[in-house]
């Protein structure tokens, strides 16, 4: 509830939920720092009742369930992967400046949500997302291998380089308002 867990550079932690700032109606300050990198494997982030500092840093987020992102602290990642379930950003949320949000399955729900910051990118080996991102920082999309989409997802100012490298059989549609302000590549 009161402790501090610090990430370094190859570390992981894996663990079924994890609550900042107390759990239970006990408040908590409670402390997770990623300044220095790490992975957090978790299929539930949670704030309690407490107050908490959530410090992103290099580090990498993967949500592996159904989980509703909180919000504040929780309002940055720098690498963020969805790795099932259906996730559901609720709050104002971003992907921070050079970082990446990583869909291998399941459904992403940002609704209008998720900002992507500048240099910012997703890419998508499966799953899907829905929502429209907001924010204007010119970030990457990449879809490859078993990826697709049949509805719109990147909807929203900030497109910027476009990679698309699908195995064979799959289809990715792009619709007719989809203007990226970089290079579009098909391998």
Known sequence: RDGTITFTSGSTLDAGSVTLGGSGGTPGQGTINMTAGGTLKTGSLAVGAGAGTWTPGTGTVELNATNTLPGTPFASFRHLVING???????????????SLTLT???????????????????RTGG??????QGTGAYDVTFTGNSKTSG??????????????????????????TAPDGDLTIT
């Open 85 to 99: 379930g259906t996730p559901t950003i609720s709050t104002a949320t971003s992907i921070t400046n050079g970082g």
């Open 105 to 123: 399955s399941g459904t992403l729900a940002a609704g209008s949500n998720l900002a992507m910051s500048t240099t910012s990118s997703i890419t």
């Open 128 to 133: 899907s997302m829905t929502g429209t991102l």
């Open 152 to 177: 719109a997802e990147f909807s929203g100012g900030g497109l910027r380089n476009v990679t698309i490298n699908l195995t064979s059989g799959q289809t990715l549609t792009l619709g007719a308002d």
